[in-house]
């Protein structure tokens, strides 16, 4: 079973606008990565936010972290066409072992 | 330096067949994990190795397999194929310092099992 959950599927914007995923997970945890994956390639990671965190900033990208809801979004700014990719966030647990859980993804096509 | 590479690219396999697929990591890198995704199931994590050893195994069956050679390098075999083992397995690796760090992919080779 899936430890995490994005939401939506998929998301269709324009250029300019703002993107927002979800994630969704259901045991306590360590930490919390969103990667990105262009059509078929491998996964580039973008952002690791741990458990005692609320928000973190790389460029364009914009993570929070709630763990009260077990629950993180992923915010892009002013997004591009090359940013169409699928996002998937990771979880991994705070029991000690490391099985790293991937959510099934959010397809998101930014339209020039 | 460069990124993780993985070979081949792409495969194509008959069922019962086996297979073995190579990851080379980032230079320095001591651990390499390796995941199965498929349309159906998503990502999945297949196994770990860190240091010539399995430190970590998911949830499949003992026809995946795999190792890792004192430099690092890794295979993963598969034996007796079946067809729903078609999927992109991919390879990651980190320093390997502390279990839970940020993973480095490489692109991956996709498996056609007919």
């Known amino acids: 079973s899936q430890q995490g959950e994005e939401d939506p599927q998929a998301l269709s914007i324009q250029e300019g606008e703002n993107a927002t995923m979800n994630c969704s997970y259901k045991t306590s945890i360590n930490n919390l990565q969103w990667y990105r994956q262009n059509s078929g390639r491998g996964l580039v990671h973008l952002i690791l936010i741990r458990s005692n965190e609320r928000e973190k900033h790389s460029g364009r990208l914009r993570v929070t972290l709630d763990t009260s809801k077990k629950s993180s979004s992923l915010l892009i700014t002013a997004s591009r066409a090359a940013d169409t990719a699928s996002y998937f966030c990771a979880t991994d647990g705070a029991g000690g072992s490391y099985i790293p859980t991937f959510g099934r993804g959010t397809s998101l096509i930014v339209h020039p | 330096k460069a990124g993780v590479t993985q070979t081949p690219r792409y495969l194509i396999k008959t069922r019962g067949q086996q297979v073995t697929l190579s990851c080379s990591p980032i230079?320095?890198?001591?651990?390499v994990s390796w995941y199965q995704q498929t349309p159906g199931q998503g990502l999945q994590f297949l196994f770990e190795y860190f240091s010539e050893t399995q430190r970590n195994k998911g949830n499949f069956p003992g026809r995946f397999s795999g190792r890792q050679f004192s430099n690092s390098r890794s295979e993963m075999n598969v034996s007796t194929l079946e067809l729903g083992d078609s999927a992109l397995y991919l390879c990651a690796s980190s320093p390997g310092a502390g279990q839970q760090e940020t993973q480095y992919f490489g692109p991956g080779t996709r498996l056609l099992v007919l």
């Open positions: 230079s320095g890198h001591r651990s």
